[in-house]
């Protein structure tokens, strides 16, 4: 039994749908979620500035004593992930790879669609992870940049969302693809709009539950689960705005949210030193 607890971070609040899952299919964890809100949006940055954000934040959850670090926001992935593995000491598990091999197990006519902020787009990580999968399965991505400030607006479900959208899907439609990889961790909150849009024949494939059973997986591997039978705990910390964090991130974790702590930037700068 290991009761260290598991270090989730994103650039701000998406990743609660990913911890969300984590919570329900691990309850027994112990849980450390930061949230970079100082510096969101992670999706219009350069490449190696995420990178370098990723770095900091991963090193600070490390300094806490956590056993696994999970990357909870597709752009930090797609910028970080092989760079955050060969830098920290404990696993880290990144929310791209679940997802690509999810989009190939459910295609059927190997078209795939990808929905995500630029960052991820411009990275071709998910083209080179479904590609290693299936070579002959063509993705289409397509950056959607409106679509983060609407989900964390005052009317998610409004009509401008739901027009968002349809600009971003009509590219998707006219390759006929047939699943379609939502590529950021906010879009699942917003899924009814999405299938309304794609309809029922389209697959909508999102990290929350493919990330959490790879959790699950590698905690068995490697025999650092904590003990079942209990209910863990879960501490959240932000760059930004405690009061915005615990507002807003209930609807992202949809549970409730008791306290959230402060975290300096000056802190995750040090912790990358």
Same mark, same amino acid.
């Given at each position: 039994?290991?009761?260290?607890?598991?270090?989730?971070?994103?650039?701000?609040?998406?990743?609660?749908?990913?911890?969300?899952?984590?919570?329900?299919? !691990?309850?027994?964890?112990?849980?450390?979620?930061?949230?970079?809100?100082?510096?969101? %949006?992670?999706?219009? /940055?350069?490449?190696?500035?995420?990178? /370098?954000?990723?770095?900091?934040?991963?090193?600070?959850?490390?300094?806490?004593? +956590?056993?696994?670090?999970v990357a909870a926001c597709n752009s930090a992935?797609?910028?970080?992930?092989?760079?955050?593995?060969?830098?920290?000491?404990?696993? +880290?598990? @990144?929310?791209?790879? %679940?997802?690509?091999?999810?989009?190939?197990?459910? =295609?059927? $006519?190997? /078209? &795939? @669609?990808?929905?995500?902020?630029?960052? =991820?787009?411009?990275?071709?990580?998910?083209?080179?992870?479904?590609?290693a999968l299936d070579a002959g399965a063509e +993705?289409?991505?397509?950056?959607?940049?409106?679509? +983060?400030?609407? &989900?964390?607006?005052?009317?998610?479900? @409004?009509?401008?969302?739901?027009?968002?959208?349809?600009?971003?899907?009509?590219?998707?439609?006219?390759?006929?693809?047939?699943?379609?990889?939502?590529?950021?961790?906010?879009?699942?909150?917003?899924?009814?709009?999405?299938?309304?849009?794609f309809g029922r024949g389209v697959t909508l494939?999102?990290?929350?539950?493919?990330?959490?059973?790879?959790?699950?997986?590698? !905690?068995?591997?490697?025999?650092?689960? $904590?003990?079942?039978?209990?209910?863990?705990?879960?501490?959240?910390? =932000?760059?930004?705005?405690?009061?915005?964090?615990?507002?807003? @991130?209930?609807?992202?974790?949809? !549970?409730?949210?008791?306290?959230?702590?402060?975290?300096?930037?000056?802190?995750?700068?040090?912790?990358?030193?």
């Amino acid at each position: 039994m290991d009761t260290r607890p598991i270090g989730v971070f994103d650039s701000g609040m998406g990743g609660l749908t990913v911890l969300h899952e984590c919570l329900v299919t !691990l309850p027994q964890e112990d849980y450390v979620y930061l949230g970079d809100g100082a510096r969101l %949006p992670y999706g219009p /940055r350069p490449l190696d500035e995420i990178r /370098r954000f990723a770095a900091e934040i991963a090193g600070y959850l490390e300094s806490l004593g +956590v056993k696994l670090v999970v990357a909870a926001c597709n752009s930090a992935t797609a910028a970080a992930l092989p760079d955050l593995q060969r830098r920290l000491s404990v696993p +880290v598990v @990144g929310v791209l790879a %679940p997802e690509a091999h999810a989009a190939v197990l459910a =295609t059927r $006519n190997r /078209r &795939i @669609g990808l929905l995500a902020t630029e960052a =991820t787009v411009a990275s071709g990580r998910y083209a080179e992870l479904v590609h290693a999968l299936d070579a002959g399965a063509e +993705v289409v991505p397509v950056a959607c940049p409106r679509l +983060v400030p609407l &989900i964390e607006g005052d009317d998610p479900f @409004g009509e401008e969302t739901a027009e968002a959208v349809r600009e971003y899907a009509a590219p998707l439609r006219e390759a006929g693809v047939d699943t379609v990889i939502l590529g950021c961790t906010h879009y699942p909150l917003i899924r009814p709009v999405l299938q309304r849009v794609f309809g029922r024949g389209v697959t909508l494939v999102f990290s929350a539950e493919e990330t959490a059973r790879e959790v699950a997986e590698l !905690l068995e591997r490697r025999g650092i689960g $904590n003990g079942e039978g209990r209910e863990g705990g879960c501490r959240f910390l =932000t760059t930004g705005d405690t009061a915005l964090f615990r507002e807003m @991130g209930r609807r992202f974790l949809q !549970l409730p949210i008791a306290s959230v702590e402060r975290v300096e930037l000056a802190a995750l700068e040090a912790a990358a030193a």
